[in-house]
T-cell receptor
Framework: QQQVKQSPQSLIVQKGGISIINCAYE??????FPWYQQFPGKGPALLIA?????SEKKEGRFTISFNKSAKQFSLHIMDSQPGDSATYFC???????????????FGQGTILTVHP | NAGVTQTPKFRILKIGQSMTLQCTQD?????MYWYRQDPGMGLKLIYY???????DKGEVPNGYNVSRSTTEDFPLRLELAAPSQTSVYFC????????????FGPGTRLTVT
């Protein structure tokens, strides 16, 4: 019930294209859904996050789409650039009431390669 | 601010040896976490702490121990290292009630042979 399933495992996109990564969760108590970006040899860094009271959040070229009824959320990267090549992780946590202490459950990760 | 720092960056251990992975944050964050990252598996929570003197198990705590005597430091101890503990270890921290964002350190790559 704590799982977060992410797909695809790897993704190759041409420069200027749209990258789409999908995640599905089971636990309806999750109320915070972040995406982390990780470059080789570095720790993950927060890219963008969403709460379930909105269906979409956009920050620059990055958009999260959230479907509460389907228990799915996705990351869209518009106008993908070679510098976006990295591993992307979706995650989820239960933060309402502060009793889960921000513990994140991560998806398996997607290796994105953007060809120039 | 240095953020979250981890030492060492790399380490090779023999089976049965012990070691401590160090983690320090200078952001006065209440919450700290240890994750391990294995290929194709995402990050799994090992232990976490909500403040000095308070720690609890995460999803994969077996073979590890932690302590938190100060707000800044959260070391992870491996006793009797096993090949299954070969992984990349990340420490993270978060400021309670202000932001949900976790800040990650650069990681420690550990190989047990």
């Amino acid at each position: 019930q704590q799982q977060v399933k992410q797909s695809p495992q790897s993704l190759i996109v041409q420069k200027g294209g749209i990258s789409i990564i999908n995640c599905a969760y089971e636990n309806t108590a999750f109320d915070y859904f972040p995406w982390y970006q990780q470059f080789p040899g570095k720790g993950p860094a927060l890219l963008i996050a969403i709460r379930p009271d909105v269906s979409e959040k956009k920050e620059g070229r990055f958009t999260i789409s959230f479907n509460k009824s389907a228990k799915q959320f996705s990351l869209h990267i518009m106008d993908s650039q070679p510098g976006d090549s990295a591993t992307y992780f979706c995650a989820a946590s239960m933060d309402a009431g502060g009793t889960s202490y921000g513990k994140l459950t991560f998806g398996q990760g997607t290796i994105l390669t953007v060809h120039p | 601010n240095a953020g979250v720092t981890q030492t060492p960056k790399f380490r090779i251990l023999k089976i049965g040896q012990s070691m401590t992975l160090q983690c320090t944050q200078d952001m006065n964050h209440n919450y700290m976490y240890w994750y391990r990252q294995d290929p194709g598996m995402g990050l799994k929570l090992i232990y976490y702490s909500v403040g000095a003197g308070i720690t609890d198990k995460g999803e994969v705590p077996n073979g590890y121990n932690v302590s938190r005597s100060t707000t800044e430091d959260f070391p992870l101890r491996l006793e009797l290292a096993a090949p299954s503990q070969t992984s990349v270890y990340f420490c993270a921290s978060r400021l309670r009630l202000v932001s949900y964002e976790q800040y990650f350190g650069p990681g420690t790559r550990l190989t047990v042979t």
